[in-house]
């Protein structure tokens, strides 16, 4: 970013927010943007008199997996303390490299009783399984490990159906009926979403694996990565 902001400036010239170049401010203004979007920034005013270039620059960080390690509060970055915040800020990423190349989706039943947000891949690796069950509502899902998972509504409108070993816990909404995610057999520490109870804007692709549920335990025995997608 700083070798991005370095690049602009050379490009730039005369005098724009904070004493820079203006092409290095519209690269700031344009970084900056983008992680209100990603992170879920908001923008106020500086408390320390930097100017309107400022307010337009000054965000507090309040993030739904940052938030327990850099709680929310305010910063400016065109004032004295820019280099402790940026310093900061990279400190706290680097910590949560679990979500490294994730994004957001959020999804939930058609009534809407129920809502959840899920941080993965933007490209699904998504299994069709044949056995009795997924069969008949057409299960097909994609594994998460619990840490990214995130029920945001509708528990209480949640009910579970089981049968034979009855560790798979096949969650559904009482009112429409909808499964959009449950626990897998296979993957108890985890949750399988269902793509197509997403919203739309966060997928870019899918890959579908059929797997042979009918003879579940050899399946998943022979399978290398399906018990490791549950794991952060």
């Not at 010239?13 to 170049?21: A, E, F, I, S």
């Not at 620059?57 to 065109?78: E, H, K």
């Not at 280099?83 to 949560?96: A, G, I, Y």
Request: include cysteine.
């Amino acid at each position: 970013l700083n070798t991005g902001f370095g690049r602009a400036a050379e490009k730039g010239g005369g005098t724009g927010v904070g004493g820079d170049p203006p092409a290095r401010t519209t690269a700031k203004v344009a970084f900056y943007a983008k992680a209100s979007s990603v992170l879920g920034l908001s923008r106020q005013k500086c408390p320390w008199g930097h100017g309107a270039g400022a307010v337009r620059l000054r965000f507090s960080i309040s993030t739904p997996f940052l938030g327990s390690l850099f709680p929310a509060q305010p910063y400016c970055f065109l004032g004295q303390k820019k280099k402790r915040v940026w310093s900061q800020n990279l400190s706290v990423v680097s910590l949560s490299s679990e979500y490294r190349g994730l994004v957001k989706h959020t999804g939930g039943c058609h009534c809407g009783a129920v809502r959840f947000e899920v941080w993965a891949s933007a490209d699904l690796h998504v299994f069709n399984c044949n056995c009795s069950i997924c069969t008949k509502k057409q299960n097909r899902h994609f594994i998460v490990p619990a840490s990214r998972f995130k029920l945001l509504k509708g528990a209480d409108n949640l009910t579970t159906y089981t049968f034979n070993t009855h560790r798979a816990q096949h969650t559904f909404c009482k009112t429409c009926g909808v499964q959009s995610f449950y626990t897998p057999r296979s993957n108890p520490d985890g949750y399988g979403i269902a793509p197509h109870c997403l919203d739309d804007g966060t997928v870019q692709t899918i890959v579908t694996e059929d797997i042979n549920g009918k003879e579940w335990e050899k399946a998943v025995k022979e399978h290398k990565t399906i018990r490791d997608m549950s794991k952060p």
